[in-house]
């Protein structure tokens, strides 16, 4: 399966994606050790869809032995710049660059939609030993919080999207339900300059398609109105994490 444009976008921002986005909070890394039911630390862990790494530096850090797999040579090479020293292999969820039978953790941060699950799903099984795990998650803005709903309500008329806010429970819909998944949300904050979440909106792949243009001026209208919620120029940015976990 050819791997779209969108899905490619993320390469011509690689410096701004690693600067400005949000890794993930470390109760996600506990969530996934119960779910999977074993340590991270010595397991081998195959990242997919790796990025410029937030994901693989935090497993990196809980004593996993990683192996990064991302297609985008942009994303590889920020990823190089961040984490010399973990393995990348440029290849995609679809077709594996890994030995069957290796591999005791695939995850997918942020990645998994970017795939085909006809050919990414038997590609994960191919890939994993017996009683290894799949890992998937998802980072989203809390629209519960109501400044967060108000920029999402203008972020889906902006991309003609339908009007119902996001509901996390979303990202589990359309899993293959043979593979038994199960499911946890981890809710957490940070606290950044305006700036740094103007530019983290601007690094979604949405944006990188849309155009410069139209993204500076959807961006200065976000300036000035988050401007005045938060006079202090620091945004305090809720997220639910969405995790999904499979045991082979
Ligand atoms: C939103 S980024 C997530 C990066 C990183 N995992 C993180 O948590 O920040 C999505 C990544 O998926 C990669 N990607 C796109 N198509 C893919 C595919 N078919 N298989 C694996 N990764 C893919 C992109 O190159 C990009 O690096």
């Given at each position: 399966m050819a791997i779209t444009s969108q899905?490619?976008?993320?390469?011509?921002?690689?410096?701004?994606?690693?600067?400005?986005?949000?890794?993930?909070?470390?109760?996600?890394?506990?969530?996934?050790?119960?779910?999977?039911?074993?340590?991270?630390?010595?397991?081998?862990v195959a990242d997919v869809g790796a990025g410029t790494g937030l994901a693989t530096s935090l497993?990196?850090?809980?004593?996993?032995?990683?192996?990064?797999?991302?297609?985008?040579?942009?994303?590889?090479?920020?990823?190089?710049?961040?984490?010399?020293?973990?393995?990348?292999?440029?290849?995609?969820?679809n077709n594996l660059?890994?030995?069957?039978?290796?591999?005791?953790v695939v995850t997918y941060a942020q990645a998994w939609h970017w795939t085909d699950q006809r050919t990414s799903v038997p590609e994960a099984l191919r890939v994993l030993r017996t009683g290894g795990a799949l890992a998937l998650w998802w980072?989203?803005?809390?629209?519960t919080v109501p400044w967060i709903a108000d920029q999402d309500?203008?972020?889906?008329?902006l991309f003609g999207a339908d009007d119902s806010p996001h509901n996390p429970t979303a990202r589990f819909r359309g899993?293959?339900?043979?593979?038994?998944?199960?499911?946890?949300?981890?809710?957490?904050?940070r606290t950044v300059p305006l700036d740094m979440h103007l530019a983290n909106l601007a690094s979604y792949s949405d944006f990188l398609v849309l155009g410069k243009e139209a993204t500076n001026t959807f961006i200065a209208s976000e300036?000035?109105?988050?401007?005045?919620?938060?006079?202090?120029?620091?945004?305090?940015e809720h997220y639910v994490v969405s995790l999904a976990v499979a045991t082979r």
């Amino acid at each position: 399966m050819a791997i779209t444009s969108q899905a490619r976008s993320f390469d011509t921002a690689a410096a701004s994606y690693a600067a400005n986005r949000p890794s993930y909070p470390s109760e996600l890394l506990d969530a996934v050790e119960e779910l999977i039911g074993f340590p991270l630390e010595g397991a081998c862990v195959a990242d997919v869809g790796a990025g410029t790494g937030l994901a693989t530096s935090l497993l990196h850090d809980r004593g996993a032995i990683v192996v990064a797999v991302d297609p985008g040579p942009g994303m590889a090479s920020q990823f190089r710049l961040s984490l010399p020293d973990v393995p990348l292999v440029i290849g995609d969820g679809n077709n594996l660059p890994l030995a069957s039978a290796s591999i005791d953790v695939v995850t997918y941060a942020q990645a998994w939609h970017w795939t085909d699950q006809r050919t990414s799903v038997p590609e994960a099984l191919r890939v994993l030993r017996t009683g290894g795990a799949l890992a998937l998650w998802w980072n989203d803005s809390d629209s519960t919080v109501p400044w967060i709903a108000d920029q999402d309500a203008r972020l889906r008329r902006l991309f003609g999207a339908d009007d119902s806010p996001h509901n996390p429970t979303a990202r589990f819909r359309g899993l293959p339900l043979e593979l038994g998944f199960v499911h946890r949300h981890v809710p957490w904050t940070r606290t950044v300059p305006l700036d740094m979440h103007l530019a983290n909106l601007a690094s979604y792949s949405d944006f990188l398609v849309l155009g410069k243009e139209a993204t500076n001026t959807f961006i200065a209208s976000e300036r000035d109105l988050l401007a005045e919620a938060f006079p202090n120029q620091m945004v305090e940015e809720h997220y639910v994490v969405s995790l999904a976990v499979a045991t082979r």
